[in-house]
């Protein structure tokens, strides 16, 4: 799978977040996670077609809660915390 995102900074946040948790069943799944451009590209490698299924689902629900994270903290996590007024 192939995911955009804005810039490459973005994928690879995603890239750390989701690699930290392992894959439930690591026997019959196998997960690789790269950053290619502004691209977090997975390869899946399951015993059978429902794993791969269950795993593909599971993956995008991560994905999509990375994606709504960043946009909602993303700019504002990147920049310094403003100074109180004196």
């Known amino acids: 799978m192939r995911i ?3 810039s490459g900074h973005h994928a ?3 890239q750390q977040v989701i ?3 392992r894959e439930l069943q ?3 799944v196998k997960r690789v996670l790269a950053v290619e451009g502004r691209e977090l590209v997975a390869t899946f490698t399951t ?3 429902r794993l791969a299924r269950l795993t593909s689902n599971a993956f995008l629900e991560n994905v999509d809660l990375v994606v709504r994270t ?3 903290f993303g700019e ?3 920049r310094p915390p403003a100074r109180p007024a004196a």
């Open 4 to 6: 955009p995102f804005a």
């Open 19 to 21: 690699d930290v948790d």
């Open 12 to 14: 690879t946040i995603a």
């Open 47 to 49: 015993l059978t077609v």
């Open 26 to 28: 690591p026997d019959v």
């Open 76 to 78: 504002d996590a990147a």
């Open 70 to 72: 960043i946009g909602e």
